[in-house]
Structure formats: C-alpha cells, structure tokens
C-alpha cells in the first residue's frame, strides 16, 4: 500500500498544472493511479516448518530410541509321560542326572488331578531348570519318583531328652513290587528332614514323600526302624522330643519314566 500511495500524488499534480488536459488524459491519469492502487503485495514465499525438515544438528542430537531387549531363550520344556502304579497315593517325582543327583523336584505329594489325565498316561511338564531356576545343561536326565500309598501316622508322646534316641541317618524299606514295572524286589532309602513349617519323610536324595507333623521351631529329627513295615521319627524343638510311628511303610511304589535328552 506505501507504492501505491506514493505513485498516485504525481498523477494529481500534473493533473493540476495541465489545467485543461482532455479527458480521456484524466482518466488515464486515473487509471494509472487505479492499476496502482490495486496491484497486490507480493506474498511471502511460505517457510517449511522446522518440525517438518529438522536441521542435522536436530538429528544427531534428538535422543535414541529404546534399547531393545534381547529375546528370551526358546522354551525348553520336555513332556514327561508316565502310567502310575496301581495303588492309591500321593505321588512325587523328580528329575535326576546321570549321575544318579537329584536336580529337580517336578511334584511332591501330588495328587492325580495335578498331573494331565491322558486316555493311558500321566504326563507333566518340565522347564529344563533345576530348583533354584537355573537352566541345566543339555544333557541326558531321567524322571523317576513314588506312589506313596495311605499311610498310618501315630503320634506316640514325648520322651525327656535326646540321649534316650539312638540317632540314625536313614533306614532301609522293601516296598510292594510295581506290578507295570515288573519289579520283584524294590528297596528304598528312607530319612526324615524339617523345615519352618514341620517334619516329613523323604528319600536320601532329598525326594519329600510324607508329610508328618506341622511342629515349628525344629532343631533336629531322627528316624530309626522298629519292624520291616514300620519306622519312628523323633522330633526335637530343643527343649523335648515327640515320637511318631508310621505303619504300614511299605506300601508304597517305585516307578521310573525312563531317559530323555535336554536339548
């Protein structure tokens, strides 16, 4: 608009001094003055937003995206399959080595409905990992375990002190032959252990089978056998001891779900 303006004074003057100029002059002059008035202001040339071209210093410097984390390892789990005994029970079964170790206590004290029901079968899933939840090397394992049958437990009474308990590691037990298993003499080590929550029965390999008792505060207990179908364990807090009597030990079964390999 300021060229406009400044265009248009001339035009006047002249008209003026010209005094008797036609008039087709005039509007000519006006004309001018009109074409003047009415050119537009040029329009700025549109800027691209900097959000749309960011400047390379924007890019090296705009912060990185998130660090992927590397994909978790493929599962390693093994189905582990099994026909249990013919008795009725608790069972519990564990993953060992080739060496013979436990590493793994997959079920203990299980009842039927923990395991998968198949047409002919039990079958169970094992991650690969032994029981701090590490994983195990690949390798050859074998699953094994007990159906320990219905057991009789007794709570004898307490007696004055240790040294009326002669103390014993573990005991011997024939157990009933597995009758799938074509077993005709099946032996195991038994031994009694504690924890927080009370006393059980367990393998030597550390295989828990029975629960005992739900006393707390246990320093020690101890297992001796009184008959080939019976045993005591003897339960120390420290300040008495407490005996029970479990009748009827050997009805229990050995089974074995054979090799598998780790990959």
Known sequence: M??????????????ARAGGLPIVAVWVAMGVIAVAQELPTPTPTPQESPSFS?????LVTSP???????????AR??????????LEGTISLGIYDKGGKLVRV????AELNEFTIGADALATQWDGKNDAGEDLP????????YLV???KIEKLGQIAGPSEVTPAGNVKVKLIPNPLAGDKQSVVNLAAGFDSDGSYLKTTDDLRLLTLSETPNLVRVLITKDSPKSVSVWEDDGTAIHQFRISSIDKMMAFDCGEFELK
């Open 138 to 145: 690949p390798a050859q394992y074998r699953a094994r375990g």
């Open 77 to 86: 789990n093994v189905r582990i399959s099994f026909v249990p005994p013919p």
């Open 106 to 109: 997959l079920h203990q004290e």
């Open 149 to 151: 049958g219905h057991l």
């Open 2 to 15: 300021f060229e406009s303006q400044s265009a248009a004074s001339p035009a006047r003057r002249s008209l």
């Open 54 to 58: 960011p400047s390379p210093e924007a």
């Open 64 to 74: 990185l995206a998130p660090e992927q984390t590397p994909s978790a390892s493929p």
